[in-house]
């Protein structure tokens, strides 16, 4: 008796799961550029070392040009309207990206070299073309909790849909970088590792470094 009460609360959680994962309005699609097609798949598939969950969640789209490489990595997505765009060439390997109603959207030929993290809630996350980021790099697109003034009650750190991490193109970010809400960086730049990014720079090549990150360097460019 014991052992079928326990089949059966297995078989709800399953269904539970089920209906979070199998929920039609989630498009999950490849994009073959070359071909010119656009193949839908089902919106719980596990696409070759790519994890994709939904809870709860309703309204998402997630793009994927080929070729890419994934490896170890999963994507969260909590509540609704969530959008994903990954251009070709890609090589993303033990990264974790969460969001709640945002938009994160990756250019070609990005390398994500090892265990960076992406979280965002409503907000947007935009990262250029040709982009290289080292290992244990952090963006957080808004501050996960809300903080009140003492006296008025009101919130100080609000974060509205229009906050947005722009990365330009061939930019190249060091180990254990950290990115905070409503920063840029602009094209050709190296930011040096352990740096805290946490403004606008309105400087292309250049090279940002500290915490908190300033330019320290300019008239640079890189090659990978």
Not at 21 to 37: P, R, S
Not at 71 to 84: E, F, G, P
Not at 106 to 123: A, C, D, E, I, M
């Amino acid at each position: 008796m014991k052992v079928n009460v326990m089949f059966k609360i297995i078989d709800r959680l399953k269904n539970k799961i089920n209906k979070q994962c199998y929920d039609q309005t989630n498009k999950v699609y490849l994009i073959d550029n070359k071909k010119g097609t656009k193949k839908l798949v089902r919106s719980n598939g596990i696409i070759k070392g790519l994890s994709i969950e939904f809870l709860n969640s309703k309204n998402n789209i997630i793009e994927i040009e080929e070729p890419y490489y994934f490896w170890n990595t999963r994507i969260v997505l909590r509540n609704d309207n969530n959008k994903i765009y990954i251009k070709d060439l890609v090589s993303i390997i033990s990264a974790y990206i969460n969001m709640g109603g945002g938009e994160f959207e990756v250019g070609k030929n990005f390398q994500s070299v090892y265990n960076n993290r992406f979280y965002l809630g409503r907000q947007k996350v935009h990262i250029g073309d040709d982009c290289l980021f080292s290992r244990y790099i952090c963006f957080y697109a808004s501050d996960g909790h809300f903080i009140y003034d003492l006296e008025t009650n009101n919130c100080i750190n609000f974060s509205n849909n229009e906050n947005i991490i722009k990365i330009g193109n061939r930019v190249w970010l060091g180990d254990s970088v950290m990115v905070l809400k409503n920063s840029e960086i602009l094209n050709d730049s190296v930011v040096g590792a352990m740096s805290l990014i946490n403004k606008k720079f309105c400087e292309s090549n250049v090279i940002i470094a500290g915490n908190p990150g300033e330019i320290v360097k300019r008239g640079i460019y890189w090659k990978p």
